[in-house]
């Protein structure tokens, strides 16, 4: 019985290790996703990601097993509207932080598995442009800041 325990407190152990790894010069912050309606197709993540390193790194792709799709996009103003744009790179410049915010640059989710409302958890997979991956898990939260928006 003891040695299952242990197995058991190992594996534990491992699964929070994986859920709260980082590349070890990129540092994750005030991640969030605003709950949207149970009919929604899509979803935002928010978050400010700081690059400890000499150099520039870029966020190269973001997957998660919950969304069929996730993109990072640009929001920008032309003609009085504002317009989104999918980026295919994010540059994390050396020593700053770069904020993903509602009307700048933000991580879209698209065709969730299911409807994730607030207290739910969603995975991210993140790899950067050397392809070391991490995982970061990011909490759906009740909308209090207006932060889910209609694209254009």
């Known amino acids: ?16 290790l ?15 996703i605003p709950e ?3 009919v929604a197709k899509v979803m935002a993540a928010y978050m400010d990601i700081s690059n400890k ?13 919950q969304f069929k799709k996730v993109e990072i996009h640009s929001m920008f103003h032309k003609d009085g509207m504002m317009h989104m744009e999918k980026q295919d790179k994010l540059k ?10 509602p009307g700048g640059f933000h991580m879209m989710l698209f065709n969730p598995k ?3 409302q607030a ?17 970061i898990v990011v909490p759906v939260i009740k909308d209090q800041d207006g932060e889910h928006h209609h694209h254009h």
């Open 1 to 16: 019985m003891k040695h299952l325990y242990l197995k058991l407190l190992m594996a534990i152990s491992l699964l929070f």
């Open 18 to 32: 994986a859920n709260n790894a980082s590349a070890d010069h990129i540092n994750i912050e005030n991640a969030r």
């Open 36 to 38: 949207a309606a149970p």
């Open 53 to 65: 390193a000499k150099d520039a790194s870029y966020i190269t792709r973001v997957s998660s097993p």
């Open 92 to 101: 994390l410049p050396a020593g700053k932080t770069t904020s993903l915010q």
């Open 114 to 116: 299911k409807w994730y």
């Open 119 to 135: 207290g739910s958890k969603i995975n991210l997979k993140i790899t950067l442009d050397d392809k070391h991956t991490f995982n």
